[in-house]
Each structure stands twice: as C-alpha cells, then as structure tokens.
C-alpha cells in the first residue's frame, strides 16, 4: 500500500507541503501484546515512528487497506521505508539487525543467538497464545455477546488468522477447560523463565543484557500482572525481579502509555477481577 499522509481535515495541502513518508510507520493497537513488543524495540532505539492506532472491534485491521499492507488481519505492522514487515517477531529481530549498534538486543555468539530465538518461538508457542484466552473472557467477550449468532460467525469467517480461536470462544466465552489449559501454559512459560534466568545467572533471561527474548515475553507479564495472575511468580523472585528491572527501562514507559494495560481501557475489570 502506497504512504499517504494522514488527513488533517483541513484544506488539501499544496504538492510541495507534502509531508515527507516517515521513516517508519506502526500499525497497531493500545493494549496489543504484540504491538508492546514493536514499541519497545523502537523506543529502545531510539527511532522516531508516525503510530496509527486501529480500533481492532470495529474491524479497522479487516479493511482492505490494512489487509494490503498485512493480509493476516492483525496488528501489528511496520511500513519501513514504504516496505510492509509482518509479525512481532520477526519485526523486533528486522529492527534489531538495522541497527544492530544502538542498544543491542541479542547476545554476541551464534550460539547463545541461536538460544535467544528458541527460547522466542517457545514463547510464542506457549505463553504468548495462552494470554489471548483469559484476555478474550475478560474483557473481550463483552463485545462478541452483543451480536448474532449470524453475525459473530461472519466476524469470525473474516478473520485470516483468527477464525478458529473465535469460534471456540464463541458467544459464550471459552469453557473451563480451555481456561486451565490455558493458565497451564502459562505457569509452565513463567516456570521456563524462572529456570532460564537462573541457569543464565540472570538478572535478563540470557544472562547481564536484556535481549529480545526479554521484550518477546514482557507483554504476557505485564499482561498477567494486570489481571491479577501476578500470583504465580510469588514463589520465583528471578521473575519477580526480571519484572521490577524491565518497568524501570527507558523504553517501558514510552511503550505502555495511558490507555495500554486492559484495566486502563475497561476500568470496570479492576473490581471484577478483585471481587475475584
Ligand atoms: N503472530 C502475530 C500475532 C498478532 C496478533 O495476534 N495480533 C492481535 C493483537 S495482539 C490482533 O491484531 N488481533 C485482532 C484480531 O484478532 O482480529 C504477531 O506477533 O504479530
């Protein structure tokens, strides 16, 4: 998809006030797990980026504008240099290797590379989908019982990646069984981190730098700890103090502004979620 400058509302600019195509242009939402990764890289960097925030229950990431751009139907996407990367981890590992001399976020050796990604694709294949299912019966759901049924299996067939997830969800939420599934993922993803750290003497899972499997696994964290599963490091202080050193980062506050955790943007889940 061609640039476009965003629409002021005002007159249409002159052909030589066209604002020049930002370096980096980021699709993403608020309270996405996967956009906080890409926020954090790129405010760890350092690099400048025009943010386009999708509203992702109204369909904004289904449009076919966005779809041209990444036709998974999901936030988020970088446009860099007007060329489309998809997909949070391999967008943090492509920022990582432009510029590889600015606040480095992968170890030096091969191997110990080679260690950093397994240690990703676990957390993508572990914690990182686990999250989406007390997330979606949280907080999500309220949305999906308001329509249809005809209309929530419309929603559901429009999405590239997502069709099956919402279908076992359905209108009614996701049954227990899929819940403790869940929150054992979960605990066996805060578990790996626990004894990764600790095998790599810490304080960051690869030892003394944080890296990208640190920002792969911040958001399933920070997200746990906002829906009160803070619980289930209360016996691992490695995690408890990996959580303390990645909020005291510069790049933390910058990527988690207001209106970013799900209790800033559905306040009414701080009592839900304390009434247990
Ligand atoms: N593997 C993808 C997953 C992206 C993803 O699942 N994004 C979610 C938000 S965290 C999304 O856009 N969901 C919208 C939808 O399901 O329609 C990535 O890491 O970028």
Same mark, same amino acid.
């Given at each position: 998809?061609?640039?476009? #400058?965003?629409?002021?509302?005002?007159?249409?600019?002159?052909?030589? @006030?066209?604002?020049?195509? +930002?370096?980096?242009?980021?699709? *993403?939402?608020?309270?996405?797990?996967?956009?906080?990764r890409v926020r954090f890289v790129l405010n760890a960097k350092g690099l400048p980026f025009e943010e386009h925030k999708l509203d992702l229950f109204a369909g904004d990431q289904l449009k076919p504008d966005y779809l041209a751009i990444n036709p998974n139907g999901v936030v988020p996407a970088l446009v860099h240099e007007g060329v489309p990367i998809i997909?949070?981890?391999?967008?943090?590992?492509?920022?990582?290797?432009? =510029? #590889?001399?600015?606040?480095?976020?992968?170890?030096? !050796?091969?191997?110990?590379?080679?260690?950093?990604?397994?240690?990703?694709?676990?957390?993508?294949?572990?914690?990182?989908?686990?999250?989406?299912?007390?997330?979606?019966?949280?907080?999500?759901? +309220?949305?999906?019982?308001? $329509?249809?049924?005809? @209309?929530?299996?419309?929603?559901?067939?429009?999405?590239?990646?997502?069709?099956?997830?919402?279908?076992?969800?359905?209108?009614?939420?996701?049954?227990?069984?899929? $819940?403790?599934?869940?929150?054992?993922?979960?605990?066996? !993803?805060?578990?790996? $981190?626990?004894?990764?750290?600790?095998?790599?003497?810490?304080?960051?899972?690869?030892? !003394?730098?944080?890296?990208?499997?640190?920002?792969?696994?911040?958001?399933? &964290?920070?997200? $746990?700890?906002? &829906? *009160?599963?803070?619980?289930?490091?209360?016996?691992? #202080?490695?995690?408890?103090?990996?959580?303390?050193?990645?909020?005291?980062? +510069?790049?933390?506050?910058?990527?988690?502004?207001?209106?970013?955790?799900?209790?800033? =943007?559905? #306040?009414?889940?701080?009592?839900?979620?304390?009434?247990?």
């Amino acid at each position: 998809m061609q640039y476009e #400058p965003p629409a002021t509302g005002l007159r249409p600019p002159l052909r030589d @006030e066209t604002p020049p195509m +930002p370096e980096f242009v980021l699709y *993403n939402a608020p309270q996405s797990t996967c956009s906080q990764r890409v926020r954090f890289v790129l405010n760890a960097k350092g690099l400048p980026f025009e943010e386009h925030k999708l509203d992702l229950f109204a369909g904004d990431q289904l449009k076919p504008d966005y779809l041209a751009i990444n036709p998974n139907g999901v936030v988020p996407a970088l446009v860099h240099e007007g060329v489309p990367i998809i997909d949070s981890a391999v967008i943090i590992e492509y920022l990582d290797e432009l =510029k #590889p001399d600015v606040a480095p976020l992968r170890p030096k !050796g091969l191997k110990d590379i080679a260690a950093m990604r397994s240690l990703m694709r676990f957390i993508d294949e572990v914690p990182t989908p686990a999250i989406r299912v007390p997330s979606y019966n949280l907080a999500f759901l +309220p949305h999906f019982q308001k $329509m249809t049924e005809a @209309e929530f299996q419309a929603l559901a067939d429009s999405k590239p990646l997502r069709r099956e997830f919402l279908l076992t969800m359905g209108r009614t939420g996701f049954p227990q069984a899929e $819940m403790d599934g869940a929150m054992g993922r979960l605990a066996r !993803g805060v578990a790996r $981190m626990d004894e990764t750290i600790r095998a790599s003497g810490g304080p960051w899972l690869m030892g !003394g730098g944080i890296t990208l499997a640190d920002v792969a696994v911040m958001p399933v &964290i920070v997200r $746990m700890d906002d &829906i *009160n599963l803070a619980t289930m490091w209360d016996d691992k #202080p490695a995690v408890a103090r990996w959580f303390e050193l990645i909020r005291a980062e +510069p790049a933390y506050q910058p990527t988690y502004y207001p209106g970013s955790l799900l209790t800033e =943007k559905y #306040p009414h889940l701080r009592e839900q979620l304390k009434a247990g």
